[in-house]
């Protein structure tokens, strides 16, 4: 029977029995189609390998690397979870490259959706905003990332989704898991959660042919919510994004929404993010039109009926600026202090705005007073 090439950027099913030796000294067995498939992954396999001294206990990968602040990563990381066959795969899945988003890239044009693409959106994005909710619920001190990506992989499972960030661009997990002072694109680990801690939960899919991008910070324990400075960055980010989506609808510049999160950010003692953005999403991730959300920006375009796109600002209780971890993929404040983030996925209406993603009544979380 043929096996599954643990390369993430191959996927594809092998009679090959070269196998990782490191992982058979552990009892897993890892197989790859040749050479150059292992060589090609090692920077990324080996992150599910034990420590030094073999044994299971959590270990930071990047001893000499200048952290900001506190949090450390926690490896080893566990093996990439399995997809069923019958789930409908991106383009991306099984190489890691979205082809699709790169040529597109090229054209600059941003979609209008007809009402059957319209109508596949709204499923997806009410199948995404279940499947956040139901992840969340789990959140309490004592949980680890990790076993938070398992729930959120199984959510999706159980509704025949792909988790959209698993092997986008080679990310090794099924959602992004972001705290404290982690601005977005934090990897599942063996990080347990402390009552004190927020923590954002980046959850995309893949379903109907068309993907769904939402995220939420949230307050770990009675601690968190008794922290003033906590309590006035997460809800001020809650707030930011609602005043941008309260001013979306046809004929709005894009670039106007910076200044309308910016302005209500610095308000509140805190800043706007600048290297990360909103973005354009259907049958693809990532696409035109981008939406940044600091003030005086550039943006391209304006909003019409049928374009669905994200806001997303991420806002630090510190400085704008941010460092990123050897692992390439996550992003830290440069000064250590905490950042939160909300996301919502939108539809321009004729003559207004429809949040695809929106929370219903049984959502866990949600705003609190401010201290």
Known sequence: MAAVCSSLSCGKETESSLKCPLCLKSGVTSIFCDQTCFRSSWQTHKSIHKNENGNDEPYDPWPEFQYSGDLRPNYPLTAKRAIPKHIKLPDYAN????????????????????????????????????????????????????????????????????????????????????????????????????????????????????????????????????????????????????????????????????????SHASKNNCSVVRTYCGHGINELFHCQPNIPHYAKNKAIGVAKPGMVFTIEPMINLGTYRDISWPDNWTAATSDGKHSAQFEEMLLVTEDGVERLTGRIESSPGGPIPRI
């Open 95 to 262: 190489n890691g490259k979205p082809i699709s988003e790169i040529k597109n890239d090229r054209l600059g044009k941003i979609k209008i959706l007809n009402a059957k693409e319209i109508e596949k959106m709204r499923k997806v994005g009410k199948v995404s905003r279940e499947i956040l909710d139901a992840t969340a619920k789990h959140i309490e001190p004592g949980i680890t990332t990790d076993e938070l990506d398992e729930i959120l992989h199984r959510e999706c499972i159980k509704r025949n989704c792909y988790p959209s960030p698993l092997n986008y661009y080679n990310y090794p997990k099924s959602f992004c898991t972001s705290i404290n002072e982690v601005i977005c694109h934090g990897i599942p680990d063996q990080t347990k959660l402390k009552d004190g801690d927020i923590i954002n939960l980046d959850v995309s899919i893949y379903y109907l042919g068309f993907n769904a991008d939402l995220n939420e910070t949230y307050y770990v324990g009675d601690k968190a919510k008794a922290n003033p400075d906590l309590v006035r960055l997460v809800e001020t980010t809650r707030e930011c994004l609602d005043l941008a989506i309260d001013a979306v609808k046809p004929g709005l510049p894009f670039r106007e929404l910076g200044n309308i999160i910016e």
